[in-house]
């Protein structure tokens, strides 16, 4: 058997992941590692996704995108992460936007931007946390204040956006004060357009500059300041204010598939270095893969590998049949970040002080391996949300 085969796929799907894995084979892994030690932005396989019609791969047709499945997306997502981590979040930003105008922008939101992100040529990011809070998002601090011309006017910080410099779309989260009697009601998410770049990228948009990571290289990750931006009523998310956080959760239900098919991604990439590499050194006369120690290891990492795999499927088909996923995205989310970090680190073990070294691909996995365990939510806030959904289905009396 080979890891992280799926059942039950349309021959147009197959063709699709097929193309994807060729792709990470001949453009992806044998520069991945050199571009991630250089944090050098991964343009050229960038614009590779865009021939392949990656962009667009979940953009219905009639917006000229592919018209994909959510199970499709994550099944390619695996693939590229299984590369370079890296380059699936160049995508993963720009899907959750396409995701959440697909289900929640207005018809002509829809017409102005879905045809130009099927294409790539316009480029999401997505923007909710900030310098003070993380997964408490009710917490947000930026305000966009309404003016008397029926516009507003956008003051405040926001921190960790993927893509922050190179997307020309942010759909970010803000308070809008607007009387309703909960937090979460008075949140509005808007479509903030700007240039691709660093500095004012916009009228009172500022995007200071790369932020300096321990991992998850070659990608923009940013801040973005807001100083009186003024932005049209037509940009909010839906046309009426009040549904932000409603809007965001949803895009973050996908996202959190999305991060499960990267730590998959990852953790079958581990797998098979540390496979290979037990298969060629050797210890007291024989290859250490025929030490039980090691064969022990191999097995359980390649268990772990396939149990996650299994489980974002199912929480991808699941939103795909049209129902709520949150569960199962928050268990496919925990299950495979922790998973991953635990097969990394046994690959690494395997390795020995080989593993260690900036020459050998390992060490690049062991420091993205730790990104998925924060990004789009800790354990621990997965955690809570499968123990209140559990608690309810499962309800005394």
């Not at 160049?90 to 289900?103: G, P």
């Not at 294409?119 to 008397?148: C, H, W, Y």
């Not at 499960?260 to 250490?288: D, M």
């Not at 789009?376 to 289905?393: F, H, P, Y």
Request: with cysteine; glycine share 10%.
């Amino acid at each position: 058997m080979r890891l992280c085969e799926t059942d039950g796929l349309t021959d147009d799907q197959a063709e699709i992941i097929k193309a994807v894995r060729s792709f990470v084979e001949k453009e992806i892994l044998p520069v991945a590692t050199e571009l991630e030690h250089a944090d050098e932005y991964p343009q050229e396989i960038v614009d590779g996704l865009k021939e392949l019609g990656i962009f667009g791969l979940m953009i219905p047709e009639e917006y000229d995108g592919l018209g994909e499945s959510l199970l499709t997306y994550a099944l390619c997502v695996e693939e590229i992460a299984r590369g370079w981590m890296s380059v699936s979040g160049v995508i993963n930003t720009h899907f959750i936007v396409a995701y959440m105008l697909m289900r929640h922008g207005t018809e002509e939101q829809k017409q102005k931007y879905l045809p130009k992100m099927a294409t790539g040529e316009i480029r999401g990011a997505f923007s909710m946390s900030e310098p003070s809070l993380g997964s408490d998002v009710s917490a947000i601090k930026t305000k966009a204040t309404k003016q008397d011309d029926g516009g507003y006017s956008i003051t405040g910080q926001k921190m960790w956006l993927t893509n922050g410099g190179s997307s020309n779309l942010v759909a970010v989260l803000v308070k809008t004060d607007e009387g309703q009697d909960s937090v979460y009601k008075n949140m509005t998410t808007f479509l903030v357009e700007k240039e691709p770049g660093f500095g004012e990228t916009a009228q009172g948009v500022t995007v200071p500059g790369k932020i300096d990571k321990m991992g998850y290289k070659g990608i923009d990750t940013t801040e973005m300041v807001f100083e009186g931006h003024e932005i049209s009523a037509e940009q909010i998310l839906g046309g009426e204010p009040g549904k932000g956080f409603y809007q965001m959760m949803d895009g973050v239900e996908v996202g959190r598939v999305n991060v499960a098919a990267r730590a998959v991604g990852i953790a079958n990439r581990a797998f098979e270095l540390g496979a290979a590499y037990a298969q060629q050194r050797e210890t007291f006369g024989k290859p250490i893969a025929e030490h039980q120690a090691i064969l022990f290891r191999l097995a359980e990492m390649a268990t772990k590998v396939e149990t996650a795999h299994s489980m974002m499927v199912r929480a991808a088909r699941k939103k795909d049949a049209g129902e709520r996923n949150d569960v199962e995205a928050g268990m496919a989310k925990m299950v495979a970040s922790e998973y991953c970090n635990e097969v990394v680190q046994d690959s690494f073990r395997i390795h020995g002080g080989y593993g260690y070294s900036k020459e050998y691909e390992i060490e690049r996995l062991y420091r993205e391996a730790a990104f998925m365990l924060i990004g789009e939510g800790t354990s621990d806030i997965q955690k809570m949300i499968i123990g209140r959904a559990l608690l309810k289905e499962y309800k005394l009396g």
